[in-house]
Nanobody, 115 residues
Framework: VQLVESGGGLVQSGGSLRLSCAGS????????MRWYRQAPGKEREQVAF????????NYADSVKGRFTISRDNAKNTVYLQMNSLKPEDTAVYYC?????????WGQGTQVTVSS
């Protein structure tokens, strides 16, 4: 099982980034997917959720209206479009795949938003 995030980087406040997370070694389309983030000195927090077939999504209040989660099951990939980025969005972003008691994590990608 592998989840590989990409798309992180350094961006100015107000800018945009799109994160990708490619899964392999499991039945991607059966898993709900989540994006989490962890800033230095803070606990990991869930940012966004998408159901296995993509019909249901939800977001943390702090990113609602700015971030959009989507998935392409044909490509075994989940995305996080991040717009209107703020310095407080700076964190390592992780994707997570969940199915019942199974849970898989990626290695994370750094997002840094400068003011």
């Amino acid at each position: 099982v592998q989840l590989v995030e990409s798309g992180g980087g350094l961006v100015q406040s107000g800018g945009s980034l799109r994160l990708s997370c490619a899964g392999s070694g499991f039945t991607f389309s059966s898993y709900s997917m989540r994006w989490y983030r962890q800033a230095p000195g803070k606990e990991r927090e869930q940012v966004a959720f998408i159901s296995s077939v993509g019909g249901s999504t939800n977001y943390a209040d702090s990113v609602k209206g700015r971030f959009t989660i989507s998935r392409d099951n044909a490509k075994n990939t989940v995305y996080l479009q991040m717009n209107s980025l703020k310095p407080e969005d700076t964190a390592v972003y992780y994707c997570n795949a969940g199915f019942g008691s199974k849970s898989h994590w990626g290695q994370g990608t750094q997002v840094t938003v400068s003011s």
